[in-house]
């Protein structure tokens, strides 16, 4: 697995990323396919599994979190979902009506 630094992203949907997503540590490797993706956590993986994916989401609603919680974004970076596809899910607004409304919490 090779793990890329997060300096000099030029695609625009990384940039936002690194612009707003900094908050965290989560690290980016680079597929077999060169598709940026965030490192799965294994864990969180085994504690989801036989669970279908919009059930994990539907929960999160039910938990009255939206796409600009912290725990709604840390899953998609736990089950390691491409960096392109999380831009889409969170930042774009066609998916994201309240993207602009994001603000990362302080550590």
Not at 26 to 31: P, S
Request: proline share 3%.
């Amino acid at each position: 697995m090779k793990i890329i630094n997060r300096s000099g992203w030029k695609l625009r949907c990384h940039i936002d990323i690194v612009e707003f997503d900094w908050h965290h540590q989560h690290e980016v490797f680079e597929d077999e396919n060169g598709i940026l993706r965030w490192v799965p956590d294994e864990i969180f993986i085994r504690s989801i599994k036989g669970k279908n994916f919009n059930d994990v989401v539907a929960e999160l609603k039910l938990k009255g979190l939206d796409k600009n919680c912290e725990e709604y974004r840390k899953v998609y970076r736990d089950i390691g979902y491409s960096l392109n596809g999380y831009w889409e899910v969170f930042y774009w607004p066609e998916n994201n009506t309240i993207a602009d409304q994001y603000i990362p919490i302080k550590k």
